[in-house]
């Protein structure tokens, strides 16, 4: 399944349920209809025995529709500040990018190779300290905002294979859609359960004089029946619709569990990871437990179940192990994991301080030629992918990658990134770089300390140095994150042209960062390539300016693959205002439907295959058209190079 149809079925997943759960709301908006009924004759003084009454129907919907709306959205103001604020509610603590730990730099090396080979933005990292056990969860509205965060257990507990087949099984959850769809369903579940908790509420209410001032006054004594009856049923009704609504959740939660795990193999192509994680789970006495009963609302978040289920497993967020062992793996014993006396996974020696022992075998070179295999593949990781991410950030200079993970030294790096070759314009650029207070004392020495080691890096080791340094940006305060996007527009601008690679920066900081501060997706708006042709041809008309043949015959390539409006494209150079042109193009398509987005990305790829080379400005420009979008794309394997053959 590609990215496209992952995330369009985790729409069409989001439409069920919504209808699921209209459907437990008018069955909760009938049910206390019928309690209003009976309240209603109680307090008359004859007896209606009217069964429809539209005033009363209105009324009683109004208050259900109230309690449920204003339940749910509140929940979800809690999340709407990202997946960081979700790990912070469960006693979540971010690893710094840039620690000395062992354990967490192993940690942080596994997400990192993982988001590189995707091409999802690096997510913010976090441990669960006081959580022995074996856990994990991936949370967020976007894969701008998202977070993978572990246990100290895990940390501690698993092997490095283990470690990457769990890492990988949440980034299935952020690439399929599962995170913001997750969000959604435990909101409007926490909606339904507050008309229960209103139900508490009346029938706490009774206590005290109320009820003993009734006794002397029969009106007051029915009315004292009648409160308590409506109390009841408004807690029975909510508690009803919110164990129905757990069972649904749980249920779309443990299918979810199976393609996750399914999906962590296929991305590691290494079994043994995960099932070696899940044997372990069953083996240590704690096993997957939490402490905190905090996370008991997002249970169905975490690789495995959290808590104790209730109701004979109908409340199970996750399948049994067995199951899920023997769904990789058939040939399954029965026999899990035996923790020795002594078990401190954490405190061995890693080579280079924590990294992935040893290079990968068998890890190919990035091809020179990019593939509409490469937009197939799109929101999915292949094996070669994480073995050419852990060779590309091997040969990334050790300082680089030691300033991408520190908050002070991140944006000297990324301006370093920027600097022009002619000497009048770099000095130009180091006068704007020293104006910026707000970050930090002297940027203009840590860039010149940094700079020299940037003559060892590769062209396409630059837009994953920007992609490891977005943790480290995101720990800015606002100001000093506002002060660095304006300095980053300046230098992309100091020389009066934008290239590619200044595009891609400027483009994958400024959506990360304002997605990550104001987690949000993009509405859909445009279903209809006819609205949106002249967008798509600005942006195949920028691909097929960097091809090195002929522009009008690149961008005809593109354009043939959009035969219902291949009339309406037309090549037209970018000119001086080519950069905002662009900009606004992408800012539009992002509103536009997944079939639009994919066929866009499919037309951009047959324009840079024209030619028959990649370079690495199209390769920077075609990953910002991408990211722009929000969609992932992961490095290129000899696969592609074999595809395109």
């Known amino acids: 399944m590609d990215f496209f149809e992952a995330q369009a079925r985790a729409k069409k997943r989001t439409s069920r349920l919504v209808v699921l759960f209209i459907l437990a709301v008018l069955g909760t908006i009938l049910a206390s209809y019928a309690v209003a009924l009976f309240a209603a004759n109680q307090t008359a003084e004859y007896y209606d025995d009217t069964l429809w009454r539209p005033a009363l129907f209105g009324g009683v919907s109004a208050f259900v529709l109230l309690i449920v709306g204003l339940g749910s959205l509140s929940k979800w103001a809690q999340f709407s500040h990202g997946g960081s604020a979700v790990a912070r509610s469960v006693g979540g603590k971010q690893v710094d990018p840039n620690t000395t730990d062992l354990a967490e730099r192993r940690l ?4 990192e190779e993982m988001a590189i080979a995707s091409g999802v933005p690096m997510p913010a990292v976090f441990i669960l300290p006081d959580e022995p056990g074996i856990n994990a969860f991936a949370a967020g509205l976007t894969t701008s905002d998202a977070v993978v965060a572990v246990t100290r257990g895990t940390m501690e507990k698993l092997t490095r294979d283990e470690l990457q087949g769990v890492v990988a099984h949440e980034f299935s959850h952020i690439l399929n859609g599962d995170m913001r769809l997750n969000l959604r369903i435990t909101a409007i579940i926490f909606g339904i359960l507050v008309l229960g908790l209103a139900g508490r509420a009346v029938l706490w209410s009774l206590h005290g004089t109320r009820v003993r001032s009734s006794r002397n006054d029969k009106n007051g004594g029915n009315v004292a029946i009648v409160i308590l009856v409506v109390g009841l049923s408004l807690m029975i009704i909510g508690y009803i619709g919110y164990f129905f609504g757990r069972m649904i959740q749980s249920a779309v939660s443990r299918q979810r569990e199976f393609l996750a795990d399914a999906s962590a193999v ?48 109908l409340w199970a967020t996750h399948p049994p192990l067995v ?14 994991f035996q923790p020795p006396e002594v078990v401190d996974v954490a405190k061995k020696s890693f080579v280079s301080a924590g990294l992935h022992p040893g290079k990968p075998k ?10 509409a295999a490469l937009i197939a593949n799109a929101g999915t990781v292949a094996p070669q992918n994480v073995a050419n991410a852990q060779t590309l950030l091997e040969s990334i200079p050790a300082e680089l990658r030691d300033a991408a993970h520190s908050s002070a030294d991140a944006p000297a790096l990324v301006f370093a990134l920027l600097l022009d070759s002619n000497p009048t314009v770099r000095q130009h650029q180091l006068d ?17 300390r940094l700079e020299p080691h940037l003559g060892s890096t590769r062209a396409e080791h630059r837009l994953p140095l920007v992609q490891l340094a977005l943790p480290a940006l995101r720990q800015l305060s606002a100001d000093a994150q506002k002060s660095f996007l304006q300095t980053v527009d300046a230098l992309v ?25 104001k987690p949000t997706s993009d509405v859909v708006e445009i279903y209809s390539f006819n609205a949106v042709a002249a967008e798509i041809s600005t942006v195949l008309s920028a691909l097929a300016e ?15 693959q959009l035969r219902l409006i291949e009339s309406q494209l037309r090549f037209t150079p970018l000119g001086s205002d080519g950069s905002a042109r662009l900009d606004a193009a992408l800012d539009r398509l992002a509103t536009a439907s997944l079939p639009i987005k994919q066929r866009t990305l499919t037309a951009a790829a047959a324009v840079v295959n024209a030619d028959g080379h990649l370079s690495a400005s199209e390769l920077e ?24 053959g």
Do not use: C, M, W
């Open 108 to 111: 942080l090396n596994v997400v």
């Open 266 to 313: 296929q991305f590691t192509r290494n079994p043994a990871g995960i099932t070696g994680a899940l044997k372990k789970i069953s083996g240590y006495a704690l096993g997957s437990s939490l402490q905190t009963s905090k996370a008991a609302s997002i249970g169905h978040f975490f690789f495995s179940q959290a808590f104790r289920s209730s109701f004979g497993g």
């Open 323 to 336: 199951e899920r062992i023997r769904a990789i793996d058939p040939q399954f014993d029965g026999k899990f």
């Open 362 to 371: 068998n890890a190919a070179p990035l091809p020179p030629v990019l593939t």
């Open 432 to 448: 704007l770089v020293a104006t910026q207070s707000a970050l930090g004392p002297d940027p203009v020495r840590t860039l010149s």
């Open 493 to 517: 601008k100091a020389d009066n042209r934008v290239s590619t690679f200044e595009f891609a920066v400027d483009k994958l900081l400024a959506r990360s960062l304002r997605l990550a501060n």
């Open 546 to 560: 960097e091809s090195s043949g002929a522009p009008e015959q690149s961008f005809a390539s593109g354009a043939a």
């Open 621 to 644: 420009l075609i990953r910002a058209f991408a990211a722009a979008l929000d969609v992932p794309l992961p490095l290129l394997t000899a696969d592609d190079t074999a595809a395109s």
